[in-house]
């Protein structure tokens, strides 16, 4: 079974269709302590800090182990950021953010970057980025004031749910699409196929 490190029911419910046996569990990682110019790099280290802080990397017993027995074949961990020409857009502090970013996109091309990394049980950590391209449809301030206005903007990265209301607003998608709405499948499918039998 796999154990994934983050609270989001977007990712929860991606691992629920996909058929994946999971447990969600919030890793504490203060994620304003970890920074990086480079979106890529960031989410990166993101997913990596939160994977590893479930796995019992660095435990605070000074075991030297290196790994808990979590009872998990394997601990996830992933970060998505949307970058907007140039602009590195997180969840939206409130509405008012979230509808100046939309005016901004609406019509244009942003990229996706989510960081994902897996860590078995008495092995490496695997890491990698994968980003999509998003172009957002050209949608009028009253349909941008009610998107807004449903809440859902609020607790998505760049302020939209492809999976949600929020897909209604996109326009094409160039990529991995599960990427957009929390990991990549095909990814992680990847992975979890090179994983030892007995993990």
């Known amino acids: 079974m796999l154990l994934l490190a983050s609270a989001s029911p977007a990712r929860r419910r991606l691992l629920k269709q996909a058929a ?9 990682v ?5 920074h990086d110019p480079e979106p890529r790099q960031l ?22 182990s290196g790994r808990s027995d979590h009872g998990f074949a394997a601990v996830l961990g992933c970060d998505s950021l949307l970058v907007f020409e140039g602009q590195v857009f997180g969840k939206p502090a409130d509405a008012g953010e979230a509808q100046e970013r939309w005016r901004c996109m609406a019509g244009r091309w942003a990229e996706l970057h989510t960081g ?3 860590v078995a049980a008495d092995g490496l950590p695997l890491l990698e980025t994968v980003t999509t391209r998003v172009q957002f449809a050209a949608v009028d301030d009253a349909t941008i004031a009610a998107y807004v206005a449903s809440g ?14 929020g ?10 699409y599960s990427n957009v709405i929390g990991l990549s499948l095909p990814l992680l499918r990847r992975w979890l196929a090179a994983l030892p039998e007995t993990a």
């Open 20 to 28: 994946i046996p999971h447990h969600a569990m919030v890793s504490g």
């Open 30 to 34: 203060d994620e304003e302590a970890i």
């Open 43 to 64: 989410v990166l280290l993101l997913a990596q800090a939160k994977a590893e802080a479930l796995a019992g990397c660095g435990d605070a017993e000074g075991t030297g």
């Open 116 to 118: 994902h990394c897996l």
């Open 152 to 165: 859902e903007p609020l607790a998505c990265a760049g302020g939209f749910a492809l999976e949600g209301r």
């Open 167 to 176: 897909g209604l607003l996109v326009e094409r998608i160039e990529g991995c």
